[in-house]
């Protein structure tokens, strides 16, 4: 296996200006899992209920996914998640959150994948997510991604977790909270201290920042003329991102700067469709026109 | 001559949380006119009152600008504008606004103008930005601004004027409001039917965008850990954009995608400093240098 990801899988009842959706599957693993599986052998680790029936894990299959590390609690419901976006796609009000197995949920990792040497820490509560950090032997290249609701509730975990990691993702909004710096560059700068090698700081429709050491990497976003659900665009992004450096020999700077071009096309591909369907439909030939796409918009 | 600049030329009194500074030079087509003075020769077309004192008008001198464009209303002061920026750099309070010479301003572009080449309409009355551009001879590259107060008040002229001039700029919510539409691609798409040959989006902290029949060129902005004064940068892109076109022998899409990259060099100096200062203390060898660097922020 090239790369574990670990995060929330989910049933997303979603409400866009362009469709309403019930029960689809989503959920921050779900998501980059996905991606991450267009450029390597990809295994997920996370946690449902009975409810999760062959229809949902069959999207997994399909993708060549290895579901081990998918916990099934046989008396409880899978976590689901209500959202409506208005025309502010950026932020979504969120209708419902029902925790349901997640609440409990202790992570075991499965013993075939603690060898993995790459691994994505998606979105979950940062204790959970040293918890699974830990369960790895010897992992070489650690991607961790978090939300808002962390960074006010769980800092000092948080902080925790990203002394450990190597690359640490969050969008503009939560790298401002997180260090109460205004500046993105004064921001990045206060959270590279940590011992980071690398920042990705995704800034929706415009984009993402890289930051490693001094240099900065800025691409902006690929302009789309739908975006009909933007919900798990960033772990599309984070998938295909960690997804393409597995599937790589070695990591440097120029297949970075490449892995944060893969990310982004796989964030506009989820961005297209509801649920997964956007990801699942674009073959490789599709995720390379629209990297050469990206080349085409960017160069000078 | 190479580009002639129309516009404001203004005293600005300008609040920001680095700095308070009371009437200092400022005005579209004093940020224009200085950015676009690094590439070639330019010349400023206005209006000031006699309060337009040299400390001012030397400025102009000093960057080797034309400045027979400039009428002075001997029995009038210089419009004048006040304003206060928050933590949204993007959205100044404006505190007063003084029209003075500009409420009777009747533009007559000099002889010595009419023959040029190049011109770009800065931000004024889009009636007053059709009279100027009837003066002229047969321009061969037209660039035009606005802003949000135009849109609203003075559409049809407006409109009359994009469908005369070659490129068009304007920032996202003025594109949104021009053209009911929030797609950016959707929006663009919609104003290039007027009969344009290229459209500018301006994204301040996020860069910019331009619309070419059915190319799409995409710069991220240049990360700034300084943001001083954020007045002019867009005036500032717009003449360091058409200064560079003008300089060149001929106009392709090679030439076009580096425009609007020296545009954003000037506009990266504009907010670096209060009033033009910025924009003047930097050599051509120091744009040559930010030049590079959004090359090694942008490749990959």
Redesign the interface.
């Known amino acids: 296996m090239d790369v574990v990801i670990s995060g929330t899988v989910a049933f997303d009842t979603v409400k866009t200006p362009f469709g309403y959706e019930k029960d689809i599957l989503g959920g921050s693993a779900t998501y980059a899992s996905i991606a991450a599986s267009r450029f390597c052998k990809a295994g997920v680790a996370g946690v449902v209920g009975a409810d999760f029936s062959d229809k949902y894990t069959n999207v997994f299959k399909k993708a060549k996914i290895d579901t081990l590390g998918i916990e099934v609690i046989s008396d409880g419901k899978t976590f689901s998640w209500e959202g409506e976006y208005g025309?502010d796609f950026n932020n979504p009000e969120t209708i419902a959150t029902n925790l349901n197995v997640l609440a409990d949920y202790k992570p075991k990792v499965p013993s075939s994948y603690v060898d993995c040497k790459f691994l994505f820490l998606a979105n979950l509560d940062p204790d959970i997510q040293l918890d699974i950090l830990g369960q790895f032997k010897k992992p070489r290249f650690v991607v961790c991604d978090t939300m808002n609701f962390w960074i006010v509730n769980k800092k000092k975990s948080l902080i925790d977790l990203i002394k450990r990691v190597d690359f640490f993702l969050l969008n503009e909004t939560e790298i401002r909270m997180l260090t109460d710096e205004?500046?993105?560059?004064?921001a990045a700068s206060k959270l590279m201290k940590y011992g980071l090698k690398g920042l990705i700081v995704k800034?929706g429709e415009?984009?993402a920042?890289m930051f490693m050491g001094n240099?900065?990497?800025?691409?902006?976003?690929y302009?789309?003329?739908?975006?009909y659900d933007p919900t798990g665009a960033g772990d599309s992004f984070a998938g295909g991102f960690i997804g393409y450096l597995a599937g790589q020999k070695t990591i440097n700077s120029?297949f970075l700067?490449?892995a944060?071009?893969y990310g982004s096309v796989m964030a506009t591909f989820a961005v297209e469709d509801f649920s997964v369907r956007g990801l699942v439909k674009n073959k490789l030939s599709d995720v390379n026109k629209r990297y050469k796409g990206f080349?085409?918009?960017?160069?000078?």
């Open positions: 025309k205004t500046n993105i560059l004064c800034r415009y984009g920042v240099s900065v990497f800025c691409l902006p976003a302009l789309l003329d739908k975006v120029g700067r490449k944060v071009v080349s085409k918009i960017t160069g000078f």
